[in-house]
Structure formats: C-alpha cells, structure tokens
C-alpha cells in the first residue's frame, strides 16, 4: 500500500529556489568556462589575461614591459555600466585596440587596480590600470594624472622606457 503525503507550500518553495539556485550555478560555471585565459593584441601577440598563482600582477604586466610596484597597489570595486555613454565608448575604443572588449561585461561587477609604473620616463608619472572581473583582466591602460594628463593602451611605448 501507498501513502501520499500532502506537502506544504512552504516545502514546494524550498524545493523550487534549491533548482533555481543549480541552475544559476551551472549557468554560471559554464559561462566561465568559456570566458578565454589569452587575449590577442598584434603589437604583442598572444598573452595571459588570467589572474592566478601562475600569473601574478606582475607577470601581467611585464608582458607589456612595463614594471609595476606592487607595494602601491589600491583596488576599488565597479561596475561596468550597463549602457555605455561617450567615455565608456571611447575607453573600450581603447581596449579593442589591445585585445579586449568591454561589451561582453555590461552590468558586471568588476575590481579596478592601479600600481605605480617604476619604469616610466621622466617627464611623466605614470599610472597602470587593470580591470579585473572573475580573475580575469578585462581592461588595462597607462595613464597620468596631471591636469593635461594622458590615457593610452598597455602597448602603447610614449610614456615608458622599454
């Protein structure tokens, strides 16, 4: 004989936010499965985007020969917009010509890094920038701050020696 138990609504809501949550997990687990480790950029080729105990900050940078100090190193979270406006526009410009693309990162959170540039000439101070989403770089540029300063691409030579 078979017994069916009456179940409480409270027990079906469970059940169904536990699917919803797999899902959001294997949709999220596939997604970064597929984000690449290597962007293309033809003034340097191939390179590691991935951020992790086999490519330090460091590494990174030194792909572009840059030398950063990492001792100077501040983070502060952000949020790539969802809408892009003129500046966005204009800075992904900037990325696409260096292998990236911030579209596919619409809406993301996202960690910025700046580190002071150690081998930068001497009329500039120079910044370098990387965004990082989901251990992977997805932005990176070299900039000043003075009040005619400048921002250029991770490949651009006219503020580093190298």
Excluded at 51 to 57: L, T
């Amino acid at each position: 004989m078979f017994v069916i138990k009456k179940i409480d609504r409270k027990t079906i809501i469970a059940v169904l936010l536990a699917i919803l949550l797999l899902l959001a997990i294997g949709v999220k687990l596939t997604f970064l499965s597929r984000l690449p480790t290597t962007a293309y950029c033809e003034s340097v080729g191939n390179f590691c985007i991935q951020i992790d105990e086999h490519c330090s900050f460091t590494d990174f940078f030194e792909q572009f020969n840059i030398a950063v100090d990492e001792n100077t190193m501040t983070e502060s979270e952000i949020t790539i917009p969802s809408v892009f406006n003129a500046v966005y526009e204009s800075y992904n410009a900037l990325q696409k010509n260096q292998g990236f693309d911030l579209n596919d990162y619409k809406g993301q959170q996202a960690v910025r890094y700046t580190f002071d540039v150690l081998n930068d000439k001497e009329e500039y101070e120079v910044k370098a920038n990387i965004i990082v989403c989901e251990n992977r770089v997805i932005a990176g540029d070299l900039c000043t701050y003075a009040l005619d300063g400048m921002m250029t691409t991770l490949t651009d030579k006219t503020m580093i020696q190298g």
